[in-house]
């Protein structure tokens, strides 16, 4: 008896000490950088949250865009216009956030942004009526970092315009 007791004690002792092993290999891995074809996607800006859309390659709706806003009327901007297998990161203040996308019918998702937490938002397009219809939910960072290897950076036009023009400059 005195032998099962012991071993009991040897065994949640040796569970004791593999917990915050676990628990440091979770924090880690929260704050590791994750690997896209584009580069690496690392920590939000001090103070501020990070937003990560990405919209994972897929046939369904693949010709159609998946545009992310925020704001209404005259503080209406987009945050990032993902085509299949794209992505973007977007800082935001802390606080109380609603994104939409809008098509065929109007997705809206709530956020309370924390500060130096980084959120994962997934964009994918299901069938419509007439069209495709965005939906934008919440994701984790599991679940991205088994699509991030696939997945581009979005350009925004102004930015894409920009990067043709100098690669032009460079070639005379």
């Not at 009991?8 to 880690?28: R, S, T």
């Not at 009327?73 to 809008?102: C, D, F, N």
């Not at 309370?112 to 939910?137: H, L, Q, W």
């Amino acid at each position: 008896m005195k032998k099962n007791i012991a071993s009991l004690m040897l065994a949640v002792a040796v569970a004791g000490m593999a917990v915050p092993a676990i628990a440091q290999d979770a924090a880690a891995a929260a704050t590791a950088a994750i690997a896209t074809k584009s580069g690496t996607i690392g920590t939000p800006a001090a103070g501020k949250g990070m937003i990560v859309f990405y919209r994972p390659g897929s046939l369904m709706g693949a010709a159609l865009g998946c545009t992310v806003r925020e704001g209404e009327g005259a503080a209406e901007q987009q945050i990032a216009r993902l085509g299949s297998g794209k992505y973007w990161v977007h800082m935001a203040e802390p606080g109380k956030h609603a994104y939409r996308t809008e098509g065929e019918k109007t997705d809206v998702l709530n956020l309370e942004i924390e500060p130096d937490e980084t959120y994962f938002v997934k964009c994918k397009i299901g069938m419509g009526i007439m069209a495709g219809r965005a939906n934008i939910s919440p994701s984790d960072q599991a679940e991205f970092g088994k699509k991030a290897k696939g997945l581009k950076l979005w350009e925004p036009k102004a930015d894409k315009a920009a990067k043709d023009d100098k690669a032009t400059d460079e070639k005379k």
